[in-house]
């Protein structure tokens, strides 16, 4: 079975730290993604990347930077949190040569930034 | 750009009931898939269904169905004789094929009542 695993389940931070949320993928896939969740917006794609040391903005990439330095291994990082931060963050990935397109997902990190 | 919509943001049924939850999608794109992820409440996202644009019959998983509509661009999901362990955020998405990107909607909170 694919794992996605992220570092943490719950993430309470200040305003202004700089916070990193990690992601891992046993399955060697090539894609991976981090979205945010919010109520009543759904899932919105942050960034994602398609190979080690590659990266593509997503729809709402302002406030974060990433970083994928080894293929199984991308992490999100807030250069400053704030308030507006708040949020779930989900991890997915997949491969293209995979059972068309599934993505799978971690299980979240639920980011307070107070 | 391509866009979903879910127009249910919460819905809820007695156990062993059928519902229907409905999802709209715009694209000018021929070829492009079409998924319902579950997000159980704490759990994992995982993949429902997955519909190709080009195959004119409609995926059935199961107690999961889909109403694939192409030219009204419809793509409902049905769940019959529904379970408790149903209860869920439900959220369409969609991905133009040879691209690398999930487009979310907003998600319909699905409640089933013993």
């Known amino acids: 079975d694919v794992k996605v695993t992220q570092s943490s389940r719950y993430l309470v931070k200040r305003t202004g730290e700089k916070v990193f949320l990690e992601c891992v993928q046993d399955m060697d896939h090539e894609n991976m993604f981090w979205y945010r969740q919010d109520p009543g917006l759904g899932l919105r794609l942050i960034y994602f990347s398609y190979d080690v040391k590659m990266k593509e903005k997503g729809d709402i990439p302002e406030g974060y930077s990433v970083s994928r330095e080894k293929k199984e291994r991308f992490s999100l990082i807030l250069e400053s949190a704030s308030t507006n931060q708040t949020s779930m963050y989900l991890c997915a990935s997949y491969s293209a040569s995979g059972t068309a397109y599934e993505q799978y997902f971690g299980p979240g990190t639920r980011l307070t930034v107070t | 750009a391509q866009t979903v919509t879910q127009s249910q943001p919460e819905m809820s049924v007695q156990e062993a009931e059928t519902v229907t939850l409905s999802c709209t999608y715009d694209t000018s794109e021929n070829n492009y898939y079409l998924f319902w992820y579950k997000q159980p409440p704490s759990r994992q996202m995982i993949l429902v269904i997955r519909q190709e644009a080009y195959k004119q019959q409609n995926a059935t998983e199961n107690r999961f169905s889909v109403n694939f509509q192409k030219a009204a661009k419809s793509f409902s999901l049905k769940i019959s004789d529904s379970q408790l362990g149903d209860t869920a955020m439900y959220f369409c998405?969609?991905?133009?094929?040879?691209?690398?990107?999930?487009?979310f909607g907003q998600g319909t909170r699905l409640t089933i009542n013993p």
């Open positions: 998405a969609f991905m133009t094929e040879g691209a690398q990107k999930l487009v």
